[in-house]
């Protein structure tokens, strides 16, 4: 069993900055794969970003990249998420997936799920 939770979301202002935190507990953290999703209202939840277990693999949605950069430190057993140049369509509640050694883009790959942290860009 893993337990996931995030952290760091807010509001901020369009071109703001922001730091999402994933805390995980339980199982050994650095044999998951996380990935970052986000699910606006009335939206299908979808892929942001992910990181491989060993931190030397990253992806990343068309829609983020060069924005937001995803990092992980198995020491503190956390995977971040820095989002930069933030745009009021980046308005979500964002959550992050564990996945034992793997990770990927779509989310029923995932094994554990935090419960979100809600992030709102003003314009």
């Known amino acids: 069993q893993v337990k996931l939770v995030e952290s760091g979301g807010g509001l901020v202002q369009a071109g703001g900055s922001l730091r999402l935190s994933c805390a995980a507990s339980g199982r050994t953290f650095s044999s998951y794969g996380i990935g970052w999703f986000r699910q606006a209202p009335g939206k299908e939840r979808e892929f942001v970003a992910a990181i491989s277990w060993s931190g030397d693999r990253t992806s990343y949605a068309d829609s983020v990249k060069g924005r937001l950069t995803i990092s992980r430190d198995n020491a503190k057993d956390t995977v971040y998420l820095q989002m930069n140049s933030l745009k009021p369509e980046d308005t979500a509640v964002y959550y992050c997936?564990?996945?034992?050694?793997?990770?990927?883009?779509?989310?029923?790959?995932?094994?554990?799920w935090g419960q979100g942290t809600q992030v709102t860009v003003s314009s």
């Open positions: 997936g564990a996945r034992f050694m793997g990770a990927g883009t779509r989310g029923v790959v995932y094994d554990y």
